[in-house]
């Protein structure tokens, strides 16, 4: 089973939350809105994959890149 995510070593997080947020300064990552949205996202994504693991037949779960979302808001989505 996959699961998207908008980032990975290829697409930092902090591209995805400038969009998910504009509000925040994601180029500083002392900026305690910044860690806030990402310690977000990471639990969310964590929810997301318990919720996945907790359906019957379903052994493990992967996350793939969400290239589409990336691409659809003007993030360099790299070759696979």
Do not use: C
Request: charged letters at 25%; hydrophobic letters at 50%; proline letters at 8%.
């Amino acid at each position: 089973m996959f699961i998207s995510t908008p980032r990975n070593v290829q697409v930092p997080a902090f591209k995805a939350l400038a969009v998910l947020y504009p509000e925040i300064d994601t180029k500083n990552a002392n900026d305690p809105a910044f860690i806030a949205a990402q310690t977000l996202l990471g639990e969310v994504q964590a929810e997301a994959r318990a919720i996945v693991l907790a359906q019957p037949g379903i052994k493990d779960a992967r996350w793939e890149l969400d290239r589409e979302w990336l691409a659809a808001h003007y993030i360099e989505v790299p070759e696979r």
